[in-house]
């Protein structure tokens, strides 16, 4: 037997014992899901708007031309 089995035993044996049969019901508050607007729109070509290097400098860089 678990832990966790012993000890709702036991729980549930004192709760006998006062007269008490009726389990607390845990009460959990509704979740709440905040949606947010997006204030910008996401761009799809981000390599654009990425400063590139120019061919020459890569060339030179990697040896090529």
């Given at each position: 037997?678990?832990?966790?089995?012993?000890?709702?035993?036991?729980?549930?044996?004192?709760?006998?014992?006062?007269?008490?049969?009726?389990?607390?019901?845990?009460?959990?508050?509704?979740?709440?899901?905040?949606?947010?607007?997006?204030?910008?729109?996401?761009?799809?070509?981000?390599?654009q708007?990425?400063?590139?290097?120019?061919?020459?400098v890569?060339?030179?860089?990697?040896?090529?031309?």
């Amino acid at each position: 037997m678990t832990e966790t089995d012993e000890r709702m035993k036991k729980k549930r044996k004192i709760q006998e014992e006062s007269g008490s049969n009726a389990e607390p019901a845990q009460v959990f508050p509704p979740r709440v899901v905040c949606q947010f607007r997006q204030k910008t729109a996401i761009k799809n070509e981000v390599s654009q708007s990425k400063p590139g290097l120019s061919t020459d400098v890569l060339a030179s860089v990697f040896g090529g031309s």
